[in-house]
């Protein structure tokens, strides 16, 4: 009998401590994926250390003399003040599952070029949110506890309870080098290999057509890097003549292309705002809707080193 009782305890304490240590290895785990979505060519947008989405570089203190991003009818610039993200990650086994939420406030600032005698500037508070889903699987590479990303939905980014809500109901793209990619839901999932690959002297054509019928300005963001403060581009897309929800747009991908580097991942962003926000008086109110999605620019037949890598550019 006493040796029963010495060999239930010693099972209890076993049970005990590999308890323990699975939930030691669940919150490891949890901290290498934390630390790889943060760091990802695919996730790590750096989006943390945004402070503006003007090509003019706009400082928060600038941006109330000095409104000028680049092109449009309009010279406009967010500034973003607060920033809050949110990591959630559960992990079952070699797989996992994250939601990244983020929300941030800040101020829209517009510079009416329809006045000519005068600088007209209008000022409007933003409150928006982000969210993205990735799932994770154990197995490949050495960093990060070996996990990696094998698909991610497309980042939905919204004005928080607009009067008047604009949103996205496709975004397509094709480019001269033959590569196609469309978007028709935030809720798809992609595959690494399926996010778009362009050639360094690509031409790319940007299709955006709107989920309701609301008068919106469109513009494409472009060009960012993953980790690397690199000067992104923005410009107005070209809205039909004859449908308010249909836009298009070109861009280069030499512009985007990092020097001496034969292959690179960039963001890029298709953004809608309510035309009122834009080209109404100080009354009225701030609404925008975007999509965001990772691209690779490489020449044929060049493979990404592993993600995540610190040293990666």
Not at 61 to 71: E, F, Q, R
Not at 181 to 207: A, C, H, K, L
Not at 218 to 232: E, M, V
């Amino acid at each position: 009998m006493r040796k029963l009782v010495l060999l239930l305890a010693a099972a209890l304490v076993f049970a005990g401590f590999m308890g323990l240590n699975c939930g030691e290895d669940v919150t490891e785990s949890i901290e290498q994926i934390e630390q790889l979505l943060l760091t990802s060519y695919f996730t790590g947008e750096g989006t943390d250390g945004v402070t503006d989405d003007s090509t003019a570089e706009i400082q928060s203190s600038m941006a109330i003399l000095v409104p000028k991003p680049d092109t449009g009818h309009q010279h406009w610039a967010r500034v973003i003040n607060h920033f809050n993200r949110d990591v959630d990650v559960t992990v079952e086994g070699d797989s996992a599952f994250a939601v990244i939420t983020n929300h941030f406030e800040g101020n829209i600032y517009i510079h009416d070029l329809s006045i000519t005698d005068s600088f007209v500037k209008y000022e409007r508070p933003i409150d928006d949110s982000t969210y993205r889903e990735v799932v994770l699987s154990k197995g490949g590479g050495k960093l990060h506890g070996g996990w990696k990303i094998e698909e991610i939905t497309p980042v939905k980014i919204w004005t928080n309870n607009p009067e008047t809500a604009v949103g996205i109901a496709s975004v397509k793209v094709t480019s001269t080098s033959g590569e196609d990619f469309e978007i028709t839901s935030t809720d798809d999932w992609y595959g690494r290999d399926d996010i778009p690959r362009f050639t360094p002297d690509d031409t790319v054509t940007v299709e955006v057509t709107l989920a309701d019928d609301v008068e919106t300005w469109a513009y494409l963001h472009h060009g960012r890097h993953f980790r690397l403060k690199f000067k992104h581009h923005r410009k107005v897309f070209d809205r039909d003549t004859t449908d308010i929800k249909e836009f298009t747009g070109t861009w280069v991908t030499a512009d985007d292309y990092l020097l001496g580097k034969d292959i690179t991942v960039r963001h890029a962003a298709v953004d809608v705002i309510l035309a009122e926000t834009l080209d109404g008086d100080s009354t009225a109110e701030y609404s925008s809707f975007a999509i965001a999605f990772p691209y690779l620019i490489a020449k044929e037949g060049l493979e990404l080193p592993e993600d995540g890598d610190p040293t990666n550019k």
